[in-house]
C-alpha cells in the first residue's frame, strides 16, 4: 500500500473515530438528562399495562436489582432513540464528502423521511398496538390466575416491539432506495404484491409475540407502507421499456 492511500485511510479511521466520540457524548449528554427521571418514565412506559391489570395486582421485580437496573436500561434505550437525528447526522456528516452533487440532495429528504417514519412507527406501537395487545393479554388469563408482571421482562417485550415497529415504517425509504439505485425496477413491483403481503406476514409471526393480534398490527403497516414506498419509486423511475432511459 502507497504511502498515500495509507494517510488516506488513516485520515478515514481518525474522522469515524471523531464522529463516534461525538455519538457517545451526544447519547451521554441525553442520559444524563433522562437518568433522574427513570422511575417517572418507567411508569410512563408501562401504563399501557397497568391500564388493564386487574385492582389489586401490580408489576413486580423478580431479581434483587431489578428495581435500579430496570429504569436504568431504560433511560439509555431512551438515550439512543432521541439521539438517532444525532446519530444519522454523524454518520452523513462522514460519508457526505464522498457523496456526488446528485447523491446529496437526495440525501437530505430521505434522512428526515426517516427519522419521521422510525417515530411514527415507535408512537403507533406505544398508542395503538399496546393498548390492544395488552388487553387482550390480561383478559385471556385463566380463572384464579393473577396478572403481574416482572418489571425487567415487560421492558425486554417492550423494547422489541418499539425498535420492530420504528425499522418495519422505514420500508418505503428502502423501497425508494433500492429503486433509485436501480436494484429493483418499481413498475414491477406490483406483481410481487402477493410475495410481499405473505412476507410482511411472516416477518411479523418473527418479530412479534406469538399472537394474531400483534402480528396482523406490524403486517397491514408494513404492506400499506411497502405501496406508500412503490408509489414514490414509480415518481422517480422511468419503465425498463422507456426508449430514453
Known sequence: MSNA???TLVSHLTELRRRLIYIFVSVTLVFAGLFPFANELYQFVSEPLRAYMPEGSSMIATEVASPF???????????????????????????????????????????????TLFYAGMAFCYF??????????????????????????????????????????????????LAWMGIIDAHKLANKRPYVIVGCFTLGMFLTPPDVISQTLLALPMWLLFEVGSLCARMIQKPSGDSSQ
Request: aromatic residues 16%.
Open 128 to 177: 395503538v398496538v399496546f393498548p390492544l395487545v395488552f388487553g387482550f393479554f390480561t383478559s385471556v388469563g385463566p380463572e384464579g390466575v393473577t396478572v403481574m408482571t416482572d418489571i425487567n421482562q415487560y421492558l425486554s417485550f417492550v423494547i422489541k416491539l418499539l425498535f420492530a415497529f420504528g425499522i418495519a415504517f422505514e420500508i418505503p425509504v428502502a423501497v425508494f432506495l
Open 5 to 7: 492511500a495509507t494517510g
Open 69 to 115: 437496573l430496570t429504569p436504568f436500561k431504560l433511560s439509555l434505550v431512551l438515550s439512543v432513540i432521541i439521539a438517532v437525528p444525532l446519530i444519522l447526522y454523524q454518520f452523513w456528516a462522514f460519508i457526505a464528502p464522498g457523496l456526488y452533487r446528485r447523491e446529496k440532495r437526495i440525501i437530505a429528504p430521505l434522512m428526515a423521511s426517516s427519522i
